[in-house]
Nanobody
Framework: VQLQASGGGLVQAGGSLRLSCAAS????????MGWFRQAPGKEREFVAA????????YYEDSEKGRFTISRDNAKNTVYLQMNSLKPEDTAVYYC?????????????????????WGQGTLVTVSS
């Protein structure tokens, strides 16, 4: 499966953005999906994940209440709605697909569990 992330840009602190991750090559319903981000000079870190049907959703603690992950399998697209953005949210955001349809509490946040990655979209939050 090929993944294409989009929707990044420059936004002021307190603003919102919605990222999209469009899949091609295979139907997205076969995969659990995650969003990760990588700030300059830092490791890539987990942001959010959703199981194939949307029944299981996980967030990194700092994003709870501000970010919402969702998916539309009919459109082969996963979304990340980001509200109340902070300068520390500035990063390249990547979507990723896990071939396992379920999410496991021990591994949903582990980068190596994801088999396919998109190219990333840059989010810059100004103070």
């Amino acid at each position: 499966v090929q993944l294409q992330a989009s929707g990044g840009g420059l936004v002021q602190a307190g603003g919102s953005l919605r990222l999209s991750c469009a899949a091609s090559g295979r139907t997205l319903s076969r995969y659990s999906m995650g969003w990760f981000r990588q700030a300059p000079g830092k490791e890539r870190e987990f942001v959010a994940a959703v199981s194939w049907g949307g029944a299981s959703i996980y967030y990194e603690d700092s994003e709870k209440g501000r970010f919402t992950i969702s998916r539309d399998n009919a459109k082969n697209t996963v979304y990340l709605q980001m509200n109340s953005l902070k300068p520390e949210d500035t990063a390249v955001y990547y979507c990723a697909a896990d071939s396992r349809t379920r999410l496991y509490s021990s591994s949903y946040y582990v980068r190596s569990e994801y088999d396919y990655w998109g190219q990333g979209t840059l989010v810059t939050v100004s103070s």
